[in-house]
């Protein structure tokens, strides 16, 4: 079993930073994939970005070149850095880790963009 517990979010206006943090009770080193989803008010839930083991990164069209995923294994922490933010960013984030077998979930941390 491993917890997630995601942190780094709030309101900010549009145009704004943010940096999520996902922490994990155990070691993510052996996780295949790690990765941040979104859902926002009446959608349905989409994959933000993932990152793998290797290192190896991939981005939904709508975040390239404004958002970036790393991972920390040495403090079993996955970041997501989120720069230029918009009004649509707007969504409850979730971390996600998977480990070809099992997938785990965070509870969410909520970012809200103002226009």
């Known amino acids: 079993q491993v917890q997630l517990v995601e942190s780094g979010g709030g309101l900010v206006q549009a145009g704004g930073s943010l940096r999520l943090s996902c922490a994990a009770s155990r070691r993510i080193f052996s996780m295949n994939v790690m990765g941040w989803y979104r859902q926002a008010p009446r959608k349905q839930r989409e994959l933000v970005a993932g990152?793998?083991?290797?290192?190896?990164?991939n981005y939904v069209d709508s975040v390239k070149g404004r958002f970036t995923i790393s991972r920390d294994n040495a403090k079993n922490t996955v970041y997501l850095q989120m720069n230029s933010l918009k009004p649509e960013d707007t969504a409850v984030y979730y971390c996600n880790a998977f480990n070809g077998v099992y997938e785990y979930w965070g509870q969410g941390t909520q970012v809200t963009v103002s226009s």
């Open positions: 990152i793998s083991s290797g290192g190896s990164t």
